[in-house]
């Protein structure tokens, strides 16, 4: 006899190349529908559980019982979104392997993911035109003793240290007339952070998100943004310098308006102190 094969791919969206660094697992049905995404993993008859990584090249596993199980995504490769369904698939006795509507092959089941991606848009806050020429990144982060999270910062720069996307590169860039699409960061919290400002432009402070596991951009608060997309926003210099000239001008007005009444109470004070008569 034969022992009954199956084989499991885990690949991106697009392509057919293996995609690494999934934790997957593979349950009966019974205990899947008892358990859900918390169900224990079953064992071939040689006592083998199957639970794996994915790696360079399909994973294999000979000896399964026939019967219905699910294969379950545990986490998802570093900035993919993870697979939130279950893959059913069933053995019979001649040890064909069935799943659902999908055709197996060679007994190989393809599981594929969709990577993380949202929209940074870097804009005019007067306008809310897309503004060319900053210098943006999306750095790491790490939480401090005191619970706040913070920049994760090159030693020896004291810059703040860009995160790689799952295609190798750093997540730094320089805005264009259009929003940027990012791709790749995998879950986890970030700052967003302006480098450099467009000449003219005073620098825009930093903002703090969250990408979760299924994709979702959330906010310093845990509240999701529309349409997945962060906006940073950057002021004129001149428009700064105007408002600040506008704020010296009420204070001086507001201090030539104090001296003018002070003067006037003392002087009125002096002027009664002179009219008491003396006894």
């Not at 190798?168 to 990012?182: F, H, L, Q, V």
């Not at 967003?192 to 467009?198: D, F, G, H, R, T």
């Amino acid at each position: 006899n034969t022992k009954n094969n199956i084989k499991i791919s885990k690949r991106a969206a697009t392509g057919d190349a293996e995609v690494r660094g999934a934790k997957l697992k593979i349950c009966t049905a019974a205990t899947y529908k008892d358990k859900k995404e918390n169900c224990d993993p079953a064992k071939t008859i040689s006592d083998i559980e199957m639970s794996w990584t994915s790696g360079t090249s399909p994973v294999e596993f000979n000896g399964l019982a026939k019967g219905d199980y699910y294969i379950v995504e545990i986490t998802p490769p570093n900035g993919y979104k993870i697979a939130t369904t279950a893959t059913p698939f069933t053995i019979n006795a001649a040890g064909e392997v069935s799943s659902g509507s999908q055709t197996v092959k060679d007994n190989l089941i393809v599981i594929k993911n969709k990577m993380n991606s949202f929209t940074v848009s870097k804009t005019d806050i007067a306008t809310s035109k897309e503004l060319p020429g900053a210098t943006i990144s999306i750095c790491n982060t790490y939480t401090d003793e005191n619970g706040k999270v913070k920049t994760l910062d090159d030693q020896y720069t004291n810059e703040c240290i860009p995160v790689i996307l799952s295609d190798g590169k750093e997540a730094t860039w320089t805005s264009t007339d259009k929003p940027k699409e990012i791709s790749g960061l995998p879950a986890g919290t970030y700052y967003l952070v302006e480098k450099i400002a467009p000449k003219g432009y005073s620098t825009a402070e930093s903002i703090i998100f969250t990408i979760k596991s299924d994709g979702t951009l959330t906010d310093k608060d845990g509240k999701s943004l529309a349409n997945n997309k962060l906006v940073m926003q950057d002021k004129k210099i001149d428009e700064l310098k105007t408002g600040m000239g506008r704020l010296y001008i009420v204070l001086t007005i507001f201090v030539v308006v104090i001296a003018l009444g002070g003067t006037t109470y003392y002087f009125t004070i002096k002027k009664n102190q002179q009219l008491i008569p003396l006894k």
